[in-house]
């Protein structure tokens, strides 16, 4: 008995670490961190559960909001641009309505030196379907999002 009781608590612990927030909300992408990978997912989920929820508290637990930025490919009259957006500005616009039905998934985490991640993330925001690359750095012990590129497709239904 006290063999299947370890082998539970084993198997809910592992659970757990998969885990980023008690909605259970990202889940895969077995990462290159070690021990870093939790305190990675937690604040990529804190950042999707933010915008999910036009929760501003969230997102800026998730975020260095005084550095952060990001980044995507804007169509142009002439050719293509890279349109810049402050961390600041994004939380404005991503707190403005909750979303009405989303889904996420973390694709891959890569640390260096246990200061810097890379985390590829495939986050479904209503119709849209994103396609992120996070730069996250610790600081002050605190893993924080510090940078963001993108692609969006509309959702194929």
Same mark, same amino acid.
């Given at each position: 008995?006290?063999?299947?009781?370890?082998?539970? =608590?084993?198997?809910?612990?592992?659970?757990?670490?998969?885990?980023?927030?008690?909605?259970?909300?990202?889940?895969?992408?077995?990462?290159?961190?070690?021990?870093?990978?939790?305190?990675?997912?937690?604040?990529?989920?804190?950042?999707?559960?933010?915008?999910?929820?036009?929760?501003?508290?969230?997102?800026?637990?998730?975020?260095?909001?005084?550095?952060?930025?990001?980044?995507?490919?804007?169509?142009?009259?002439?050719?293509?641009?890279?349109?810049?957006?402050?961390?600041?500005?994004?939380?404005?616009?991503?707190?403005?309505?909750?979303a009405k039905q989303?889904?996420?998934?973390?694709?891959?985490?890569?640390?260096?030196?246990?200061?810097?991640?890379?985390?590829? =993330?495939?986050?479904?925001?209503?119709?849209?379907?994103?396609?992120?690359?996070?730069?996250?750095?610790?600081?002050?012990?605190?893993?924080?999002?510090?940078?963001?590129?993108?692609?969006?497709?509309?959702?194929?239904?």
């Open positions: 008995m006290k063999c299947k009781s370890t082998v539970l =608590f084993l198997a809910v612990a592992a659970a757990a670490l998969v885990s980023v927030s008690s909605r259970d909300t990202v889940q895969g992408g077995e990462g290159k961190g070690g021990g870093d990978d939790a305190a990675i997912r937690k604040a990529v989920g804190l950042y999707y559960q933010g915008v999910v929820d036009a929760d501003r508290k969230s997102i800026e637990r998730a975020w260095d909001v005084t550095s952060g930025h990001m980044k995507h490919v804007r169509p142009g009259n002439k050719a293509d641009v890279v349109a810049v957006t402050q961390i600041s500005t994004a939380v404005d616009w991503w707190t403005r309505v909750k989303s889904s996420s998934e973390v694709l891959s985490i890569d640390v260096v030196d246990g200061k810097m991640a890379s985390v590829k =993330f495939n986050f479904v925001y209503d119709k849209w379907d994103y396609t992120e690359f996070l730069t996250l750095f610790k600081l002050s012990g605190q893993w924080k999002i510090v940078n963001k590129t993108y692609v969006q497709k509309i959702v194929e239904k």
